[in-house]
């Protein structure tokens, strides 16, 4: 009776150990499935091919979070920065002081990680009051690989301008000062929004400041962002350097 006891205990333990591999088979499976989905649909957005779209998908948080937090992310970055440097390098700078290069500024020159963590990275629905909130802290880190890229810029006699849809009124001097404490020391000019900018697209507002650049005798050699909006338009450079991010979109 008691080695029937045993057999029967033993039994259960396998088929318990069987449904659990069963189950962690069927788990991987599916994890694998979202992955590959995933990454179809975050390099449709890197390839503007996916537009507008106002969330990330709550199937691909995991897959984001991954994305940018363990690797990929910067190394993506320093791929577009080899690029960069390459073109750079082909560069002569004249001696008039209009050699221009355009940076935007969120999530190309200072990151908005941190943020973007506690929206469930691009999960949740775009909050300006809460963007706002912790954009007044001025507390973002710098994106080192951009960073290094704008003081070679600096450097080498370009004028660095930086542009970006950042109220001026409203977080003038916190994205100012962040900027400093990040080291972005020696740019141009900081080219924010303002009342005259009301209503427009980020294309649209980008778009216009560059062509008034350009008026003005610039060069415009390239320019640098992680949004579309940040690069198409009129007076978009001679080359575009576009940054990966799967977390939100501009238009």
Known sequence: MKSLRQLLLLLLVMASGFKHVISSTISTTQFNLDNGLCLSWRLAVEANNMEPWPTVPTACLIYVKSYMLRGQYNKDVEMVVDQIYEFLSSIVVKDDDKDAWILDVDDTCISNIIYYQGKRFGCDPYDPQGFKSWAMKGACPAIPQILGVYKTLIENGFKVFLITG??????????????????????????????????????????????????????????????????????????????????????
Not at 177 to 198: A, C, D, I, P, W
Not at 227 to 241: K, P
Request: charged share 20%.
């Open 166 to 251: 950042r109220d001026e009124l409203l977080l003038g001097p916190s994205t100012t000062m962040n900027l400093f404490m990040q080291g972005f020391v020696g740019h141009e000019q900081l080219m924010m929004r303002n009342s005259t900018h009301k209503g427009q697209s980020a294309t649209i507002f980008k778009s216009r400041i560059r062509k008034q650049l350009v008026e003005e005798g610039y060069r415009i050699h390239g320019n640098i962002g992680d949004q579309w909006s940040d690069l198409r338009g009129e007076c978009s450079g001679t080359r575009t350097f576009k940054l990966p991010n799967p977390m939100y979109f501009v238009p």
